[in-house]
């Protein structure tokens, strides 16, 4: 069964940091990209970051850019997203992803709740 664990969400106040953490485990495809969505109550699940895991290409929602940054460990098949000056419309439940030739996984989900 692939799992993909997530760590690191919580509360922390407008203008703080968290990091988040994802780690995949028993997929036996080669991961190409992993990334974090997110979504808040009432609304659709929208893209936070990708990062390529062979080339580390990032992709980041112009809402997140020079805020957020998405790092990888291809070896571990983990991902990290580093938020800095987190802002109330931040919070969301973030949703781990990792994707291969042959399937999409998602993890369970972590809350971050910003503070105004």
């Known amino acids: 069964q692939v799992q993909l664990v997530e760590s690191g969400g919580g509360l922390v106040q407008a203008g703080g940091s968290l990091r988040l953490s994802c780690a995949a485990s028993?997929?036996?495809?080669?991961?190409?990209?992993m990334g974090w969505y997110r979504q808040a109550p009432g609304t659709q699940r929208t893209l936070v970051a990708t990062i390529s895991m062979r080339t580390g290409n990032t992709n980041y929602a112009d809402s997140v850019k020079g805020r957020f940054t998405i790092s990888r460990d291809s070896a571990k098949n983990t991902v990290d997203l580093q938020m800095n000056s987190l802002k109330p419309e931040d919070t969301a439940v973030y949703y781990c992803n990792a994707v291969t030739i042959f399937h999409t996984y998602w993890g369970q989900g972590t809350q971050v709740t910003v503070s105004s």
């Open positions: 028993r997929i036996t495809a080669d991961i190409n990209v």
